[in-house]
């Protein structure tokens, strides 16, 4: 299974990343969302992120303007998917909107299309039939700041093929990720099964009233030696994944803490449009939080 071309379904804080990563290495690759003006955005930002590669990777400019060249845009999606080999979903982390999406995306995808999900805390099984096509689709998910943090988890689920399966792990190495085979399905994979717990218990601690989110930042940096603490991650992560997750789980179990800080985050982040890294405040103002003041851990 040869990958030549590839689309990316959304351009939120993951979806651009991918494409810009995929285009980098030496894919054709189509960024397909809702419309023009979000579209537009995405433009903006990976003119931003080209920066964040030259200083990182030590990119040319002549590499990043190969890539930028490689990038195409579109938001209809029989237009974007028309030619795809592998197409990447990053679309927001609601179970709706990924079986709404997978209904659109199977009538107009072509057969030799891979499909594969970037969602961070739901299991592939959950979308497989709703894919129309479950032997070729897995999950796929990156890091944030995948230039950086190149983990690449690669998870299917029973009905998956294995050849499939071996392609994806192939093409992840091919993007500069190092690719790590998941052998049976769990949820949040690897990384989140280790982050999401902090998060939490770091969300519990604030909205519980036992201590501010500076504190209990300090307290991890200083006494793991962490270079962040969970709050500057969840700015990094974008508060409004954090908020779905907790959203998600607060209407599955109606536990009493969850159900409080669905409504702390929505009062204080989500109404306000404090998301996070990209829309400059969070828990923390940018592009100088707090955290990185040389007198925070004192």
Request: net charge negative.
């Amino acid at each position: 299974m040869d990958i030549k071309n590839v689309t990316v379904a959304g351009s939120g804080v993951l979806g651009y990343q991918i494409a810009f990563q995929c285009a980098f290495h030496g894919y054709n690759v189509t960024v397909y969302d809702i419309n023009d003006e979000v579209l537009a955005n995405a433009k903006a930002k990976f003119d931003i992120l080209a920066e964040a590669f030259k200083r990182d990777l030590n990119a040319s400019q002549s590499q990043l303007e190969e890539t930028k060249a490689r990038l195409a845009y579109s938001a209809d999606l029989a237009v974007a998917t028309k030619d795809a080999d592998l197409m990447i979903e990053a679309v927001p982390e609601s179970p709706q909107i990924k079986i709404d999406f997978y209904h659109k995306l199977a009538k107009v995808a072509p057969e030799k299309t891979i499909f594969v999900t970037n969602s961070s805390t739901l299991l592939p099984s959950q979308f497989a039939n709703e894919t129309g096509r479950p032997a070729k689709f897995l999950a796929l998910h990156f890091a944030n700041e995948i230039w950086k943090h190149n983990t690449a988890e690669v998870m299917g689920h029973p009905a998956t093929d294995k050849q499939v399966f071996d392609t994806i792990v192939s093409f992840a190495k091919t993007i500069g990720m190092v690719a790590l085979p998941l052998h049976k399905e769990q949820p949040g994979y690897i990384v989140n099964s280790l982050l999401v717990p902090l998060l939490t218990a770091a969300t519990n601690l604030l909205v519980g009233g036992v201590s501010d989110a500076e504190t209990i930042d300090r307290t991890w940096m200083v006494a793991t030696g962490a270079p962040l603490g969970p709050f500057a991650i969840l700015d990094v992560v974008g508060i409004t994944t954090a908020y779905n997750i907790n959203k998600m789980a607060a209407e599955a179990t109606n536990d009493p803490l969850k159900v409080k800080t669905v409504a702390y985050l929505k009062e204080n982040f989500i109404d306000k449009n404090k998301l996070g890294v990209s829309t400059g405040e969070g828990f923390y103002t940018y592009p100088n939080p707090a955290y990185k003041d040389k007198d925070f851990l004192k």
